[in-house]
C-alpha cells in the first residue's frame, strides 16, 4: 500500500497492479480491478488555538491626581486640567476562535489588552539660554561666533522662541608665522645597474616656504639607496647539435631527436634551453585494415509463429589509408518460430440458393451449401456446422410409363435324351401405368422347343449333354 493521503482526519491510501501478460489469439481477459483503496489515520487531526481580532478600546476612567488637581472624561466631578505624571488606562478584549481541540496547541498570551488614557497638555513657551563668545584664532584673520541653546522646548500651544541662535562676525589678531612644509616625495627612480649593485633616488621639493618667523623645513630634498645587489645572470654554453637520430615511426606521424653537449652552466638565473631537440617525421597515414565487430544478439522473432525471422548485426572499424576493406555481410538472419499459426475454421454466414429439384414430378431432392472461408488448421477443430443442406420437393404427380423386369430364366428340359419338349421363361410388371402413362405393350412369357441329344454309348450324363433348342412360336401368358 502507498503512504496515506492525510497524516489525520479520515484519508486514503491504495495500492495498484499491472497486466504481466495480455490476452492474445482468443485467450480470457483479466478480471477484477487494477486498483484497490482503504481508508486510513481516521483519528481526528489537531486543531490550534487561534485568537479572533482585538476589540475596540473602552472609554477612560476618570482619575484625579494626588497633588489636587483633577481631569478625566467622566462625569465623576474632576475638573478638566493639564495633568502632571498621573496614567489612566482603557481596556479591550479578545476571544479564541476556535479553541484548541484534539491536542492541538493552547493560545498564548492574555485575552485582555489595556493603553493608557492621555489628558490634556499644558502649555509651555520655548526659552533661550545665554550666549557664548570667543575669536576662532589667535592671529590673523578669524571669527568670532556665538550660540545660544534653547533650554526648555515650546509645547502644548506654547509660544515658540524667536530670533537666531547663532551670530558670526570677523576678527582680526595681526599676521600669523608661516611654517616650511615640504610636498610629497616622488616614486623611487630606475636602478643604475641590472645587477651586481646599483643605486637609485627619489625626491621632494618645498610646497610652503617659511614666513613671518616660521620655522625652515628640516631634512634633506634627496634620498638614494642601493638597488639589484644580486650577482648578473650568465646563460648556458652548449656545443653544436649533432645529426638527427631515425625516425620513431614509418608512418601516421613520428618523431625524430638530436641532442647537445653542455659546456658550461647557468649562474645567477641565465637561461637554460633544452639540451635535445625534436621534430615530427613520417606524417603520412598509416594503412589500417578494415575490422568487424562482435555480432549483437539476435532481435525479436517477426512472427509469432508460422514462420518469422530474427536478425543480428555487426559494427566495423573502417579501412584506413588504404587498408583492405571487410569481408563479408554487416547484418544476418535466421528462421524463427516455424511452428504453424492456430487457425479456426470459418464458414459463409450465408448458403447458396435452392438447386433444380432432383425429380421433374413427383418427390425429389433440392440441395444448398455453404462454402468454407478459412480451413482449420494447426490443431484447431474443423467447422462443425453443417456444410450442406438437403429437402424434399414435391413436383407434383408423374405419368407412370409401364415397366417390366429383365426376363426370367428358361425352365430346364426334364424328359431324358432323345425327347421333345417345351421350355418356358417370364417377366413381371414392376410398374404399371398412371396418371396418362403409357400401357404395357409387352409379352411377359415366351415359349421354347427343346431336344436333349445323349451321346457316350446312350447314357444320360449331365456333365457330356449337350441340348439342342429349337425355336417355337411365342406364347402370351
Not at 479578545?94 to 493552547?106: E, I, L, Q, W
Request: hydrophobic fraction near 20%; include cysteine.
Amino acid at each position: 500500500m502507498g503512504d496515506c493521503s492525510k497524516s489525520c482526519g479520515e484519508g486514503t491510501k491504495s495500492r495498484s497492479r499491472d497486466i504481466a501478460v495480455k490476452a492474445q489469439n482468443g485467450g480470457r481477459p483479466c478480471r477484477g480491478p487494477s486498483t484497490r483503496s482503504r481508508g486510513c489515520n481516521r483519528g481526528c487531526c489537531p486543531v490550534d488555538c487561534v485568537w479572533g481580532d482585538w476589540g475596540p478600546f473602552g472609554t477612560c476612567e476618570s482619575i484625579c491626581s494626588d497633588s489636587g488637581t483633577h481631569f478625566g472624561l467622566g462625569s465623576d466631578g474632576c475638573s478638566t486640567a493639564c495633568r502632571n505624571g498621573i496614567q489612566i488606562r482603557r481596556e479591550r478584549t479578545r476571544s479564541k476562535s476556535p479553541a484548541a481541540f484534539c491536542g492541538g496547541s493552547d493560545c498564548s498570551g492574555s485575552a485582555t489588552d489595556t493603553q493608557p488614557c492621555v489628558p490634556p497638555c499644558c502649555p509651555v513657551d520655548c526659552q533661550y539660554g545665554e550666549w557664548s563668545d570667543c575669536c576662532s584664532a589667535t592671529c590673523g584673520d578669524g571669527t568670532q561666533r556665538r550660540t545660544r541653546f534653547v533650554v526648555s522646548a515650546s509645547g502644548c500651544g506654547g509660544a515658540d522662541c524667536t530670533g537666531p541662535d547663532d551670530q558670526t562676525q570677523t576678527c582680526n589678531q595681526g599676521s600669523c608665522p608661516v611654517h616650511c612644509k615640504w610636498d610629497r616625495w616622488t616614486e623611487w627612480g630606475d636602478c643604475s645597474k641590472s645587477c651586481g649593485g646599483g643605486i637609485k633616488s627619489r625626491s621632494r621639493d618645498i610646497a610652503v616656504e617659511a614666513e613671518n618667523g616660521g620655522r625652515l623645513c628640516r631634512g634633506p630634498s634627496i634620498r638614494s639607496r642601493g638597488c639589484n645587489r644580486g650577482c648578473c645572470p650568465v646563460d648556458c654554453q652548449y656545443g653544436e647539435w649533432r645529426d638527427w637520430w631515425p625516425c620513431s615511426l614509418t608512418c601516421g606521424g613520428g618523431n625524430k631527436r638530436r641532442t647537445r653537449e653542455l659546456l658550461s652552466t647557468a649562474q645567477c638565473g641565465g637561461s637554460f634551453d633544452d639540451l635535445e631537440d625534436y621534430q615530427p617525421c613520417n606524417e603520412e597515414c598509416c594503412p589500417e585494415d578494415c575490422v568487424w565487430g562482435s555480432w549483437s544478439p539476435y532481435g525479436e522473432c517477426s512472427a509469432l509463429c508460422g514462420g518469422g525471422t530474427q536478425v543480428r548485426t555487426r559494427d566495423y572499424s573502417p579501412a584506413y589509408c588504404g587498408g583492405y576493406e571487410c569481408d563479408g555481410l554487416s547484418e544476418e538472419s535466421k528462421e524463427c518460430n516455424t511452428q504453424c499459426c492456430p487457425v479456426t475454421c470459418v464458414l459463409e454466414s450465408h448458403c447458396t440458393e435452392w438447386d433444380y429439384c432432383s425429380a421433374e414430378c413427383t418427390y425429389g431432392f433440392q440441395n444448398r451449401t455453404r462454402f468454407v472461408v478459412s480451413a482449420s488448421g494447426c490443431g484447431r477443430t474443423d467447422c462443425t456446422a453443417p456444410y450442406d443442406q438437403t429437402q424434399t420437393c414435391d413436383e407434383g404427380c408423374c405419368p407412370a410409363v409401364c415397366d417390366v423386369s429383365d426376363w426370367g430364366e428358361w425352365s430346364a428340359c426334364k424328359l431324358g435324351c432323345n425327347k421333345t419338349e417345351t421350355s418356358t421363361r417370364i417377366r413381371n410388371v414392376t410398374l404399371y401405368y398412371i396418371y396418362g402413362g403409357q400401357e404395357c405393350p409387352f409379352e411377359l412369357s415366351q415359349d421354347r422347343g427343346c431336344n436333349t441329344f445323349c451321346r457316350n454309348d446312350g447314357w444320360y450324363d449331365d456333365t457330356t449333354s449337350r441340348s439342342v433348342f429349337e425355336r417355337m412360336d411365342w406364347k402370351m401368358l
